[in-house]
C-alpha cells in the first residue's frame, strides 16, 4: 500500500506508470479497460461495491488506511491501482482522426477534467495537453472527466508549435480560438477534419501558437461576458464541429 499512496504525486505515477482511480465509477470504467492491476477497499466498501469487484482480486484495508489513498473529503473506501495508458498522437492521427481538442496550457485540473468529458462526448478522436500542463491523471482531473479518461485517448505534449505541424501534416485544419479572431464561429467551415485549439481563460492562446492555426476564431457573445473558461469554449467549438459532421454524413 505504501507504493500506492507514492502515485498521489506527479513523479510517483511517471515513475512507476500507475495511477489511482478512486470510487465506483472509475474504478469500473478502469475495469473495463482492462488497466485494473490492485485494489483497496474496506469491508464497507466491499459490502456496497462487491458485484463491482466479483472478477478482481481485492486487498482488504482500514478506514484509516483508506483515507491515506484517497485524496476526496468523504472517502468511499474504493481505490484501484491502474497502468498508464499510453497513446500517442501518431496513432490517433494515423486512424484518420476528424476532431482533435488541443488544450494549451491548461493548469486547472477541473477545467481539464470537464474538457476531457466534452471531448468525449462529441465524439472526438483524442484530446492533447499541450505545453506545460496539468498531469491528466490528477485524482482532481480523474474525477471531473467523469470516466472519460478512459473513453478517449488523452496525450501529453510538452511542444505546442510540433503538435501543431503534426495535426496540419496529417491533413487536419488547425482553428485556434481567440477573442479577436477574424473568422466568426456562426461563419466557420467545420465539415472538414479539424483540431481546435484552444488557451486559458487569463491570457489565451499564445500569440505566435495563434498564428500558426489555419484560421483564429471568435465565439460570438451576445451578453455581457468578456470571455469564457477552456472547457465552455471546448463545449461550443467541439459541439459545432460534432454537428457539422454529423450532417455531412447525411
Known amino acids: 500500500m505504501v507504493a500506492a499512496v507514492k502515485l498521489h504525486r506527479h513523479v510517483g505515477r511517471r515513475r512507476a506508470a500507475r495511477f489511482l482511480a478512486e470510487g465506483p465509477n472509475l474504478v469500473e470504467a478502469a475495469l473495463r479497460r482492462g488497466l485494473v492491476s490492485e485494489v483497496f477497499a474496506t469491508e464497507a466498501a466491499l459490502d456496497r461495491f462487491g458485484s463491482l469487484l466479483a472478477d478482481v482480486p481485492?486487498?482488504?484495508?482500514?478506514?484509516?488506511?483508506?483515507?491515506?489513498?484517497?485524496?476526496?473529503?468523504?472517502?468511499?473506501?474504493?481505490?484501484?491501482?491502474?497502468?498508464?495508458?499510453?497513446?500517442?498522437?501518431?496513432?490517433?492521427?494515423?486512424?484518420?482522426?476528424?476532431?482533435?481538442?488541443?488544450?494549451?496550457?491548461?493548469?486547472?485540473?477541473?477545467?481539464?477534467?470537464?474538457?476531457?468529458?466534452?471531448?468525449?462526448?462529441?465524439?472526438?478522436?483524442?484530446?492533447?495537453?499541450a505545453g506545460n500542463s496539468v498531469d491528466p491523471y490528477n485524482s482532481k482531473c480523474l474525477r471531473a472527466s467523469a470516466g472519460s479518461i478512459f473513453s478517449v485517448p488523452v496525450i501529453s505534449a510538452p511542444d505546442e508549435a510540433a503538435t501543431v505541424h503534426q495535426l496540419r501534416e496529417a491533413g487536419l485544419q488547425v482553428l485556434a480560438t481567440t477573442i479577436d479572431g477574424?473568422?466568426?464561429?456562426?461563419?466557420?467551415?467545420?465539415?472538414?477534419?479539424?483540431?481546435?485549439?484552444?488557451?486559458?481563460?487569463?491570457?489565451?492562446?499564445p500569440t505566435e501558437l495563434a498564428a500558426m492555426a489555419d484560421h483564429r476564431v471568435h465565439i460570438p457573445m451576445p451578453g455581457h461576458s468578456e470571455s469564457l473558461n477552456i472547457a465552455s469554449a471546448a463545449s461550443i467549438c467541439l459541439y459545432l464541429s460534432a454537428r457539422a459532421h454529423r450532417s455531412a454524413q447525411g
Open 58 to 129: 481485492v486487498q482488504l484495508v482500514t478506514e484509516r488506511a483508506a483515507k491515506a489513498l484517497s485524496e476526496t473529503v468523504t472517502p468511499v473506501g474504493l481505490v484501484a491501482v491502474c497502468e498508464l495508458p499510453d497513446p500517442s498522437l501518431d496513432e490517433v492521427l494515423s486512424g484518420g482522426a476528424a476532431l482533435v481538442a488541443v488544450a494549451v496550457q491548461i493548469s486547472e485540473p477541473g477545467n481539464a477534467g470537464t474538457l476531457i468529458r466534452v471531448a468525449d462526448a462529441m465524439g472526438a478522436d483524442a484530446v492533447v495537453l
Open 182 to 205: 477574424e473568422v466568426n464561429l456562426d461563419h466557420a467551415e467545420l465539415v472538414a477534419p479539424t483540431a481546435w485549439l484552444f488557451g486559458p481563460e487569463a491570457h489565451g492562446l
